[in-house]
């Protein structure tokens, strides 16, 4: 700021001139063509952007003060996208320490289960056991990519922060103004690639259920089997849904069913005599 008030020239021509005209590298792109979407020289100017008129701004003589609004609001947006990428991680913090403990019950209840059914099942317990772990490891996994994204998303944050920060420091108003016109942008495709990222990547809830009816099957019939249970869990709003346990309860076996509807059948054919 010159002793009359005036501002310094100089500055904002650091500010604004230091990108060069892509088509005439020896000239200073101080001229934003909005039709275009470029910045454009002088020699640009009467060339091949005569007719875009009033959709060229000077930006030496348009933009030569920081617009604090524009400031706060792209700062306003990078805290709010930083709260939602430290929510997402937390998130996925929390849903791996749950699964965790979800994936050793599971496999304590899967070994215990073992004990009670002979060596001709054990190969199918073997299977529960390594499903859980392969689910286990699997939401690991998800948990790295999650906690990657974040990382990624927190630095490009931290990025743009300084970038504003350092344009606002040496008054470059110009850089500011060229910097806002796609921020809103960045900043949504940023928000939309975190939720798109979050939904994509679920973690997967998985139960062990001890199956007593079969427990009684597997010795009248060694065909039976108990299956690992499996459920992909996870709602808009980041909470997991259990796996529910079943309203449906048998407590026979196939052979005392089969015998029973035997019975029920000869009832009723006596019944209709």
Not at 33 to 47: F, N, P, Q, V
Not at 78 to 94: G, P, Y
Request: charged share 35%; proline share 1%.
């Amino acid at each position: 700021m010159h002793e009359d008030g005036t501002e310094n020239p100089n500055v904002i021509l650091r500010d604004i001139t230091e990108e060069r005209c892509k088509q005439h590298p020896t000239e200073k792109a101080i001229f934003l063509c909005k039709i275009h979407d470029s910045t454009i020289c002088g020699r640009c100017l009467h060339s091949g952007h005569r007719l875009c008129g009033e959709d060229v701004v000077d930006l030496l003589h348009e933009v030569v003060n920081i617009d604090c609004e524009k400031v706060n609001t792209m700062k306003s947006l990078l805290m709010e996208i930083k709260d939602e990428i430290l929510l997402l991680k937390n998130e996925a913090e929390h849903s791996k320490e749950n699964y965790k403990e979800n994936a050793d019950k599971c496999v304590q209840e899967c070994m215990g289960f073992e004990n009670k059914i002979k060596q001709r099942v054990d190969e199918l317990t073997s299977g529960i056991r390594d499903g859980i772990t392969k689910k286990h490891n699997e939401n690991l996994t998800i948990h790295s990519h999650i906690t990657k994204l974040c990382d990624e998303k927190t630095k490009w944050c931290r990025d743009l922060e300084s970038k504003i920060d350092s344009f606002v420091d040496k008054n470059m108003a110009g850089h500011l103004y060229l910097m806002n016109r796609y921020f809103e942008k960045e900043v949504s495709d940023a928000r939309s690639h975190l939720k798109e990222f979050k939904h994509k990547h679920t973690f997967k809830g998985f139960d062990f259920k001890e199956n007593k009816v079969i427990l009684k099957c597997v010795f009248e019939d060694l065909e039976e089997v108990c299956a690992h249970q499996e459920e992909i869990t996870g709602s808009d709003d980041g909470n997991a849904n259990d796996v529910g346990a079943s309203t449906t309860k048998i407590n026979q076996t196939r052979r005392e069913l089969t015998v029973l509807l035997s019975q029920i059948k000869q009832d009723l054919d006596q019944s209709e005599k």
